[in-house]
């Protein structure tokens, strides 16, 4: 690479070799956080040219790559890198991001480039001067991160995520807002508008988890430094509100045998090889209240087999009487509107509707409410033996607890 001797003279040719993937790509966090719809090619492509941004640079040059470079790069065909490469400039010239204002709050719209084409055998690209305060001298608020944890990523939405997980990385949770109507009260941004997807176009969350949550999850688990990506659903009146991520990271489960957990579980029994597991499923939060759980239910003589009925707890979260939600400190609800709603004491039978048994529609309904299939198996159980349909999570929890502590069943 040559060196540039003036801010906005055109770059030389960029070498791409095997040290391009060990470049990092900066990006404020308000880019970060911004507003955008990009296919995950075209989302690659952008990455690769911010990551070729120079800590020193004052402004932006055009930047310059061989054809057959990229495609060796983004792993595209040889045959048709050419026009796939032009297809995608056109894409970027006509595409824009919405920033969010901190001054003033409100969102503006930017174009990602201002010039991008691909001839003679070269992809040439200029970013919009525009972005300069979100991409050059950054200083403070800003997400880094190294260009090859997303190259094998076919997924925008996993680049997005890893994006909004790495930002947040030290914290271990973050919280997103699926319907910022009902979640007006909390800081928590929309993750439709975040991972770039029309909310109507997954009406249904079990679409959600099939189309978005589930691929995304799995790719920044198997390419990047987050072995373990967890989340859990906040619900009002059984409508998902939000999502609350937690995660691992590669220094997480590299010192999982200092962890002041990790002796008291092993004492229960547990093997390290599902100690490891269970740091790996589930935040420490969960652990942690289980553990208890388990400790006291042994030492009261009611559990044989504690290092069994721990797994089982972890599972099932036994020792959750809110479970996966905490509605009062999140909603405030209109003084219980509804008697027994959120209320850990409410009987299932005040839920109408018997149930003989429970039909496709309704097991759909339950798996959706529930964190496991084992959960929804034990929720549609107790409905068949009650002969009652429980009309939230927090009632069927409650008389599950209930039976289980007084040893019905």
Not at 195 to 213: D, E, H, I, T, W
Not at 229 to 247: D, E, G
Request: proline content about 3%.
């Amino acid at each position: 690479m040559s060196k540039m001797e003036s801010p906005g003279e055109q770059l030389d040719l960029i070498v791409v070799d095997e040290n391009t993937t060990k470049l990092k790509v900066a990006k404020s966090n308000a880019l970060v956080e911004a507003q955008y719809e990009l296919s995950g090619k075209e989302h690659k492509l952008l990455l690769v040219a911010m990551a070729e941004i120079r800590k020193d640079q004052t402004s932006f040059y055009e930047q310059v790559f061989s054809v057959q470079d990229l495609a060796e790069l983004l792993d595209f065909s040889k045959s048709s890198a050419y026009s796939e490469l032009d297809r995608l400039s056109t894409g970027l010239m006509r595409k824009q991001v919405e920033i969010r204002n901190d001054q003033t709050g409100g969102w503006e719209k930017y174009q990602w480039v201002t010039k991008a084409y691909c001839r003679n055998g070269q992809f040439g690209i200029r970013f919009s001067e525009e972005l300069k305060p979100f991409l050059l001298g950054l200083v403070g608020r800003f997400t880094l991160y190294e260009l090859s944890r997303v190259l094998k990523m076919n997924s925008n939405y996993a680049i997005r995520l890893y994006e909004l997980l790495k930002q947040f990385e030290r914290f271990g949770k973050r919280t997103f807002s699926l319907d910022p109507k009902m979640t007006s009260k909390e800081d928590w941004e929309s993750f439709p508008k975040l991972m770039g997807y029309n909310p109507k176009s997954y009406a249904r969350f079990s679409n959600l988890n099939q189309r978005v949550l589930s691929p995304a999850i799995s790719q920044v688990e198997q390419y990047t430094e987050f072995r373990s990506v967890n989340f859990s659903v906040i619900r009002y009146n059984r409508k998902p509100v939000a999502l609350v991520f937690s995660w691992k990271t590669v220094d997480t489960f590299e010192d999982i045998q200092e962890h002041p957990l990790y002796r008291d579980i092993r004492a229960l029994g547990v093997t390290e090889a599902a100690c490891r597991q269970a740091f790996k499923e589930y935040d420490e939060d969960r652990i942690a209240r289980n553990l208890s759980y388990t400790k006291r239910a042994h030492k009261d003589g009611d559990v044989k087999n504690p290092a069994a009925y721990f797994a089982s707890a972890l599972e099932s979260d036994f020792a959750s009487g809110q479970k996966p939600l905490q509605f009062e400190d999140t909603f405030a609800l209109a003084a219980q509107a509804k008697a027994g709603a959120g209320n850990a004491e409410a009987s299932p039978q005040q839920a109408e509707g018997i149930v003989d048994a429970p039909g496709k529609e309704r097991h759909q309904e339950v798996r959706e409410l529930c964190t496991t299939d084992n959960e929804a198996r034990r929720w549609l159980s107790l409905e068949r033996a009650l002969g009652v349909q429980f009309e939230s999570f927090n009632e069927f929890h409650a008389e599950d607890m209930r039976q289980r502590q007084t040893g019905t069943r």
